[in-house]
């Protein structure tokens, strides 16, 4: 395993260095800040601001990245969401839509402040469930200039209708049903239950095959953190179900969208319909023979030359 726990070593072109600051609930989040080897203090670099997958840290795709992204002249900053990872009450594993979007508009206020950063520069890649959390945090905040997804979820649209919009009433209803029971259990513990992990110590790669692929990097050395678990508290699921992340996508119209996806992934649908629900200017680029996980780590398929060809475009506009 790399030293420190990230997936992947550092470039020696860049620098990263720790940062923490305070959401508008009063949470820290612990964060990095990746910058170009030759990085000046006195000059104005354009920023990105890298979401992880639900469930990950920053140690893992958010900084691979911001390796990549730092060597080609940005500045970067990655974080972990509040109540998971290194941030605080990291432990506690809660998650909510208002949280995860709270997270992206704390980084751009703390980015955004930095004397070296050029505040008309600042993007936002989401990647995996990140990505709708990214784009919600631009529906309603124009300092953020442009935003880019890999392999996005949609956290709020599956917990309320189920991985390919298969969920039933009947079955809404039975899961509504058991949180609010457990909700009972865990007030009377203190202890809140979570959910099963998203991503299997085990598995039958034909019977589960997006657990197979959740489960070759969160679960093997790959990509394993000790505070990436792929869990949430059960009770969590309440606030997704209630709350929509990607409705009135219609307010970025003017502000550049760049969805990418694997042609072979399971999550293609999310991208591809917010592709149609989003205004222009937008664009669905397709990364020949790759899944949903080959964009968080792999360096052979995540098209980091058509990020910075985007961003560059969107920042000189």
């Given at each position: 395993m790399p030293k420190d726990n990230y997936i992947f070593d550092l470039s020696e072109n860049v620098t990263r260095a720790p940062a923490s600051f305070e959401t508008r609930f009063g949470v820290t989040l612990s964060a990095d800040i990746y910058t170009p080897a030759d990085f000046d203090q006195t000059a104005r670099y354009p920023a990105l601001i890298v979401?992880?997958?639900y469930g990950g840290v920053k140690e893992q795709g958010p900084g691979v990245y911001a390796n990549q992204l730092a060597q080609m002249g940005y500045v970067v900053l990655t974080f972990d969401p509040a109540w998971n990872?290194?941030?605080?009450g990291g432990t506690k594993h809660l998650s909510s839509p208002d949280q995860m979007v709270e997270d992206?508009?704390?980084?751009?206020?703390?980015i955004g402040?930095?004397?070296?950063?050029?505040?008309?520069k600042i993007g936002v890649i989401g990647i995996c469930g990140s990505g709708g959390f990214a784009l919600s945090a631009a529906k309603v905040d124009p300092r953020i200039k442009a935003v880019a997804t890999a392999s996005m979820y949609d956290i709020s649209r599956m917990q309320k209708n189920g991985f390919g919009d298969s969920m039933s009433d009947d079955d809404r209803l039975a899961t509504l049903k058991t949180i609010a029971e457990q909700r009972w259990a865990d007030y009377e513990s203190g202890d809140p239950v979570l959910t099963g992990r998203g991503a299997p110590l085990t598995w039958d790669?034909?019977?589960?095959?997006?657990?197979?692929?959740?489960g070759e990097f969160y679960s093997r050395p790959r990509g394993y953190h000790h505070r990436a678990i792929a869990q949430f508290t059960m009770s969590s699921t309440q606030s997704w179900m209630n709350f929509a992340l990607l409705d009135d996508l219609e307010w970025l119209a003017g502000r550049p969208i760049l969805l990418i996806m694997g042609d072979g992934a399971h999550s293609r649908?999310?991208?591809e319909d917010v592709y149609e629900a989003a205004p222009q200017p937008k664009e669905l680029f397709i990364v020949e023979d790759a899944n949903h996980v080959d964009l968080y780590d792999k360096l052979d398929?995540?098209?980091f030359e058509k990020l910075n060809a985007f961003f560059t475009k969107a920042f000189a506009g």
């Open positions: 979401g992880a997958p990872g290194a941030s605080e992206f508009l704390a980084c751009v206020d703390y402040t930095r004397p070296y950063v050029d505040r008309d790669a034909e019977e589960n095959p997006v657990g197979a692929e959740f649908y999310f991208s398929k995540i098209p």
